[in-house]
């Protein structure tokens, strides 16, 4: 395997992208990614926040501190993973993180890896979905992808600028993909828009270093508030119905519970 590090994002070349290599890393140790050049790209994306402008590149330490980030956001990234980790990871990278089901990280020829079942559904699945869990129960584990999508930012790539909700996409026996990203597309840069007020809360196994159980992103403009979640869904979940719409598995009853306390502390605090 070689390492590029070219001087323009043009030459790219067929290359796996590589940013704080948190993720990939391990992916590629485990043998769950395959690539025989990956292009190291942290010092070609936008790395600073100015305003309402957020790099690609920052890592979620710098973004966790700035007092031009709101609230919801920062506290995404505060309680994402750990200090080292959020040193080195970048905000894009955290966004594109592959899923935290288990049966795929053992490699399980599961529906994600292209196979016909979902092991999960089947099998333990106490940090699974609760919300379109028909064909892949996993559950989105990115804070900051439910904060963002509350706080309706939007992303400028390589090719296109679209909302952070769309640059996920459910899985389907036809494509497998969570997300909308294409081959080659590197993003760029985060618009965030100030809102009145935001907040981001996390129910997780431990106090530190957990993934979200259910995470609850809420954003308020005017008398309009709107609220995302992470962990209860394959993508960051926009609430735009009511709870009452979860279709739990056995195992995952509890975080529609869980969802329900924190959804109602999450309106309270942005009111
Ligand atoms: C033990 C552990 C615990 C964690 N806990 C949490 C948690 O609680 N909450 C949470 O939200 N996250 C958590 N994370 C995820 C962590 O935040 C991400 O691993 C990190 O942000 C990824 O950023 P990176 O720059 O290292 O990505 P990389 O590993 O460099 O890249 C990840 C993916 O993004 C692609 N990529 C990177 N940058 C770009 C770009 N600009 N354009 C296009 N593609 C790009 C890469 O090709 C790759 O597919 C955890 C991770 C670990 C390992
Ligand atoms: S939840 Fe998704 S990733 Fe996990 S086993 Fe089922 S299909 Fe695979």
Redesign the pocket.
């Known amino acids: 395997m070689e390492l590029l590090q070219p001087s323009s994002l043009e030459e790219l070349d067929g290359g796996?992208?590589?940013?704080?290599?948190?993720?990939?890393?391990?992916?590629l140790r485990e043998g769950l990614?395959h690539a025989d050049r990956l292009v190291d790209?942290?010092s070609l994306?936008p790395r600073g926040i100015d305003g309402t402008r957020i790099g690609?590149?920052a890592?979620?330490a710098e973004l966790e501190v700035d007092p031009q980030v709101p609230d919801a956001l920062r506290e995404?990234?505060r309680?994402?993973?750990?200090p080292q980790?959020?040193n080195?990871?970048?905000?894009?990278?955290?966004?594109?993180?592959?899923t935290?089901c288990w049966y795929w990280r053992l490699d399980y020829p599961c529906r994600l890896h292209g196979g016909d079942r979902c092991h999960a559904r089947e099998g333990e699945h106490r940090e699974h979905a609760i919300f379109a869990n028909d064909f892949c129960a996993s559950a989105h584990?990115?804070?900051?992808?439910a904060a963002l999508v509350a706080l309706g930012a939007t992303i400028r790539?390589?090719r296109r600028e679209l909302p952070v909700r769309d640059l996920y996409r459910l899985p389907t026996e036809d494509d497998r993909s969570t997300t909308t990203?294409e081959p080659g597309?590197?993003?760029?840069e985060l618009d965030v828009p100030q809102t009145d007020a935001s907040t981001y809360l996390?129910a997780?196994d431990r106090k530190r270093?957990?993934?979200?159980l259910v995470?609850v992103a809420a954003a308020r403009r005017g008398t309009e508030t709107t609220v995302a979640l992470?962990g209860v869904a394959p993508v960051p979940w926009l609430l735009d119905g009511s709870l009452d719409d979860a279709t739990p598995l056995p195992g995952t009853a509890y975080k529609v519970q869980v969802a329900r306390a924190l959804v109602e502390r999450a309106r309270a605090a942005v009111a």
């Open positions: 796996l992208p590589i940013a704080g290599g948190t993720e990939v890393v391990p992916l990614l790209i942290s994306v690609a590149g890592t979620l995404a990234c309680l994402a993973a750990s980790l959020r080195m990871g970048s905000v894009a990278g955290n966004l594109l993180q592959a935290r584990p990115s804070d900051v992808a790539t390589t990203l597309e590197v993003i760029l996390k997780m270093w957990a993934f979200a995470g992470a």
